[in-house]
Nanobody, 130 residues
C-alpha cells in the first residue's frame, strides 16, 4: 500500500516562506506523477502544481507561479513544495498526491485533476496572516 506522509507547514506572516515535504513509501520511482493541491476555507480543491518523475520540470498554477517551487528527490522518494512570498490568499490545507499510469500524463506533463490521483497525503495547514 502506497503511503504519503506530509510534514511542514504552519503559520507565517505575509511575505514569509514555508516548505512542505511529502515522503512516499512503496511508490515506484519512475513513471510517477506527483502533485500538490490546496483547499482554502469554503473553496474547492485546486492544483498548485505537478511534476513528472521522468521529466523533472514542474508545472504550476497561475496563482503560485514564480513564488512556489516544486521539487522531487527521487533518491529519497520525497516531494517538496517551497513557498516564498506567501500571501494571505495562500491560506489553505495543502495535500500531496501521487499516482502512476498513462492516463495521468499528457505531453510529458502530469494532469492537475485531483480525482485522477489515487494516493493522497494527510494534509497540512498553511496559514498566512497579513
Amino acid at each position: 500500500q502506497v503511503q504519503l506522509l506530509q510534514s511542514g507547514g504552519g503559520s507565517v506572516q505575509a511575505g514569509g516562506s514555508l516548505r512542505l515535504s511529502c515522503a512516499a513509501s512503496r511508490l515506484t520511482t519512475s513513471g510517477v506523477c506527483m502533485a500538490w493541491f490546496r483547499q482554502g476555507p469554503g473553496k474547492e480543491r485546486k492544483a498548485v502544481g505537478t511534476i513528472y518523475s521522468d521529466r523533472g520540470s514542474p508545472v504550476y498554477s497561475e496563482a503560485v507561479n514564480g513564488r512556489f517551487t516544486i521539487s522531487l528527490d527521487i533518491a529519497k522518494n520525497t516531494l517538496y513544495l517551497q513557498m516564498d512570498d506567501l500571501k494571505p490568499e495562500d491560506t489553505a490545507m495543502y495535500y500531496c498526491a501521487a499516482d502512476t499510469g498513462e492516463h495521468l500524463v499528457v505531453s510529458a506533463i502530469c494532469v492537475s485533476h485531483g480525482p485522477e490521483y489515487t494516493y493522497w497525503g494527510q494534509g497540512t495547514q498553511v496559514t498566512v496572516s497579513s
